[in-house]
């Protein structure tokens, strides 16, 4: 069964860090490129941060670029979200998917599956 898998969500002071991880099961993670996404409450979803098959070129939304770093570990096929500086704005659910914002002027194409893969979110919520 194909599947992505987000963890390491949960609640952090403002200041602090998490790290996600988005797991891949029934699938490779090499072929795609590999985009974190998040909703936060009242908004709608927006893509924050994606990495390119070689894991050489990244992208990164204004709100997150330079607190957030991704990376990947394809021997692992799993791809990590590190989040340091963490405000109360950066509180949502985050999704990891083979969709990929910043997909074609930063992010190289790469052939996408038929439908997009996508996880199922982890929760981030940042408060004192």
């Known amino acids: 069964q194909v599947q992505l898998e987000e963890s390491g969500g949960g609640l952090v002071q403002p200041g602090g860090s998490l790290r996600l991880s988005c797991s891949a099961s029934g699938f490779s993670l090499d072929p795609y490129g590999i985009g974190w996404f998040r909703q936060s409450p009242g908004k709608v979803r927006e893509g924050i941060a994606c990495?390119?098959?070689?894991?050489?070129?990244?992208y990164y939304s204004h709100d997150v670029k330079n607190r957030f770093t991704i990376s990947r570990d394809n021997a692992k096929n799993t791809v990590y979200l590190q989040m340091n500086s963490l405000k109360p704005e950066d509180t949502g659910v985050y999704y990891c998917s083979t969709d990929c914002p910043g997909l074609g002027y930063v992010i190289p194409p790469y052939p996408r599956p038929t439908e997009d893969y996508w996880g199922k979110g982890t929760q981030v919520t940042v408060s004192s």
């Open positions: 990495i390119s098959t070689s894991g050489k070129i990244t």
